[in-house]
C-alpha cells in the first residue's frame, strides 16, 4: 500500500518561514513526480510547486520568489520550504506522489496570522 503523509503545518506569523515535509512508503520514491497543492476555505484544490523524478521544478505565480519545493530520495521525503508568508497563503496543504496512479495525503493546515 502506498501512504503519502504531510507534517509541518502549523501557525506563524506573517513574513514568518514554515517547511512541510512529505513523506512517501510503499512505492518508490525517486522515480515518482512529487507535487504540493493547497486548498483555501470553500474553494478548490489548486497547484502550488511540483519536482519531477530528474528534479525539474515550477511553482505558480503566487508563490514564485517565496516557496521552494525540494526532494531528499534517501529519505523518501519531498519538502516545501516556505518563506516571507502571507495571510493569504492561509490554507490545507496537500502533498501529491504521481506515478501510473495519483497518491494524496491528508493535508496539513498552515495558519498565517497578522
Known amino acids: 500500500q502506498v501512504h503519502v503523509v504531510e507534517s509541518g503545518g502549523g501557525l506563524v506569523q506573517a513574513g514568518g518561514s514554515l517547511r512541510l515535509s512529505c513523506e512517501v512508503s510503499g512505492t518508490t520514491f525517486s522515480t515518482a513526480d512529487m507535487a504540493w497543492y493547497r486548498q483555501f476555505l470553500g474553494k478548490e484544490r489548486e497547484l502550488v510547486a511540483q519536482?519531477?523524478?530528474?528534479?525539474?521544478?515550477t511553482y505558480a505565480d503566487s508563490v514564485k520568489g517565496r516557496f521552494t519545493i525540494s526532494r531528499d530520495n534517501a529519505k523518501n521525503t519531498a519538502y516545501l520550504r516556505m518563506n516571507s508568508l502571507r495571510t493569504d497563503d492561509t490554507a490545507v496543504y496537500y502533498c501529491?506522489?504521481?506515478?501510473?496512479?495519483?497518491?494524496w495525503g491528508q493535508g496539513t493546515q498552515v495558519t498565517v496570522s497578522s
Open positions: 501529491l506522489a504521481e506515478k501510473f496512479f495519483r497518491y
Open positions: 519536482i519531477t523524478s530528474d528534479g525539474d521544478t
